[in-house]
């Protein structure tokens, strides 16, 4: 069964430094990855996704993830956190050919100082 | 063009009793995902209908139960409801398959008293 660990559950930043946050999936092959964001009382917007090829990956607000298969790791990035990406980030696995499930990790709510 | 809409955005329901909420994907999409969001469990899928078909199924109790129509409008519904139920029910529709993106409603919010 396929499972996503996002070890930190609060991120505070401040408001132009970078970002890093942290996800790792389990999964027997290579999987479908995806990072979404969650504004308070909104649904889910997709930022980036992976399914193969280039294991950089440019989203959209100019968030960036790394795919590296030996860590089992897809952690999302920011070079310069604006007040405005203050939300909640999960971590999403899917299954090649399976779909549309989605496994989610627990997700990371990320506060912006000013 | 419109994107996922949800009804209704909020529902209060007493233990016992059963509920259906109403998911309206994108013009288009053919895929409809369920999804249950509580602060203990987090985001935990639900069930996914293709083309009238259910597809996929989570681990939930047969209480949880949906369907989709042709016009790909979806329906879920909870019968014999518990307050552990309560939580917020996100839809999401897709194109085709998981290649496509997702894209969310915002959802309904479920109280069980």
């Known amino acids: 069964a396929q499972s996503v660990t996002q070890p930190d559950i609060h991120i505070t930043v401040s408001e132009g430094a970078s970002l890093e946050l942290r996800c790792n999936y389990s999964y027997g092959a290579t999987p479908y990855l995806f990072w979404y964001v969650q504004s308070p009382g909104q649904g889910l917007q997709l930022l980036l996704k992976y399914f193969s090829g280039d294991t950089l990956v440019q989203g959209i607000k100019g968030f960036e993830a790394e795919f590296k298969r030996s860590q089992s790791s897809f952690n999302l990035r920011k070079p310069s956190v604006h007040w405005s990406d203050a939300a909640e980030y999960f971590c999403?696995?899917?299954?090649?050919?399976?779909?549309?499930?989605?496994?989610f990790g627990t997700g990371t709510q990320l506060k912006v100082e000013l | 063009k419109a994107g996922v809409t949800q009804t209704p955005r909020y529902l209060i329901k007493t233990r016992g009793q059963q509920v259906t909420l109403s998911c309206s994907p994108i013009?288009?999409?053919?895929?409809v995902s369920w999804y249950q969001q509580t602060p203990g469990q987090g985001l935990q899928f639900l069930f996914e209908y293709f083309s009238e078909t259910q597809r996929n199924k989570g681990n939930f109790p047969g209480r949880f139960s949906g369907r989709q129509f042709s016009n790909s409008r979806s329906e879920m519904n909870v019968s014999t409801l518990e307050l552990g139920d309560s939580a917020l029910y996100l839809c999401?529709?897709?194109?085709?398959?998981?290649?496509?993106?997702?894209?969310f409603g915002p959802g309904t919010r479920l109280t069980v008293t």
């Open positions: 013009s288009g999409h053919r895929s």
């Open positions: 999403a696995v899917g299954a090649p050919g399976g779909g549309n499930k989605l496994t």
């Open positions: 999401a529709s897709s194109w085709l398959g998981t290649r496509d993106e997702q894209y």
